[in-house]
T-cell receptor
Framework: EADIYQTPRYLVIGTGKKITLECSQTMGHDKMYWYQQDPGMELHLIHYSYGVNSTEKGDLSSESTVSRIRTEHFPLTLESARPSHTSQYLC??????????FGPGTRLTVT | QKEVEQDPGPLSVPEGAIVSLNCTYSNSAFQYFMWYRQYSRKGPELLMYTYSSGNKEDGRFTAQVDKSSKYISLFIRDSQPSDSATYLCAASWGKLQFGAGTQVVVTP
C-alpha cells in the first residue's frame, strides 16, 4: 500500500496569505509530482521533481513554487493566495514515471 | 488536441453488468498504459497498467491496449456499487498524460 501523506486536507484562507501545502512519502521514491484538479475536471501537472534539488514546472502554468531538499518531502508554496487558486491539489510519487501513487489531496479555498 | 481522450460520462449500469470504458490516444511514443480509479474527494488509485499492446487481467478487471488503433479499454465484470467512481486512463512515454476521466455509477 502506498504511503503518501498530504496536510492539511482542507484549507480555507483569505486572499493575499502565504500558504504551504505539505507532501511526504515513505516509499523512498525519487520522483514526486504536484497536480491540480478542479471538481469533475482532469488532472493537470504543475510541478515535478526527479530527485533532491531537482524541480521542474509542469504542463499547467502555476504561480506556486516547490522545493525538494529531502527525498521524502515535496512542499508546494503559494506566496500570495488568490481566489483563482481555489482547487484540489494532489501530490504523487513514483519509482517509474507511470506507476504513480497519489496522496489524499488538499482542498484549498481562497476567499 | 489532447494526447489522451476519454468520454466523461456519466456511465450508469445496473449491479452485475459489465462496465466497458474506452480511451483513445494520439502519441505513438506511448509505451505504458494505465487505469486509475478515483473516488469522490480522494486521490487517484492505480488499478493496473499494461506495457505496449495486449491484455492484462486482475480479478474482475481486464485492461486492453490496441496500439494499431491507439485504443485503450477497461472492462469491469460483475460490477458492484463499490465500483462507482471516476476512472482515468493514462499513457506514458516519459511523462504521464491523463484522460479527463469517466464517471461510473453502478446502481443496486
Amino acid at each position: 500500500e502506498a504511503d503518501i501523506y498530504q496536510t492539511p486536507r482542507y484549507l480555507v484562507i483569505g486572499t493575499g496569505k502565504k500558504i504551504t501545502l505539505e507532501c511526504s512519502q515513505t516509499m523512498g521514491h525519487d520522483k514526486m509530482y504536484w497536480y491540480q484538479q478542479d471538481p469533475g475536471m482532469e488532472l493537470h501537472l504543475i510541478h515535478y521533481s526527479y530527485g533532491v534539488n531537482s524541480t521542474e514546472k509542469g504542463d499547467l502554468s502555476s504561480e506556486s513554487t516547490v522545493s525538494r531538499i529531502r527525498t521524502e518531502h515535496f512542499p508546494l508554496t503559494l506566496e500570495s493566495a488568490r481566489p483563482s487558486h481555489t482547487s484540489q491539489y494532489l501530490c504523487a510519487s513514483s519509482e517509474t514515471t507511470y506507476e504513480q501513487y497519489f496522496g489524499p489531496g488538499t482542498r484549498l479555498t481562497v476567499t | 488536441q489532447k494526447e489522451v481522450e476519454q468520454d466523461p460520462g456519466p456511465l450508469s449500469v445496473p449491479e452485475g453488468a459489465i462496465v466497458s470504458l474506452n480511451c483513445t490516444y494520439s502519441n505513438s511514443a506511448f509505451q505504458y498504459f494505465m487505469w486509475y480509479r478515483q473516488y469522490s474527494r480522494k486521490g487517484p488509485e492505480l488499478l493496473m497498467y499494461t506495457y505496449s499492446s495486449g491484455n492484462k487481467e486482475d480479478g474482475r478487471f481486464t485492461a486492453q491496449v490496441d496500439k494499431s488503433s491507439k485504443y485503450i479499454s477497461l472492462f469491469i465484470r460483475d460490477s458492484q456499487p463499490s465500483d462507482s467512481a471516476t476512472y482515468l486512463c493514462a499513457a506514458s512515454w516519459g511523462k504521464l498524460q491523463f484522460g479527463a476521466g469517466t464517471q461510473v455509477v453502478v446502481t443496486p
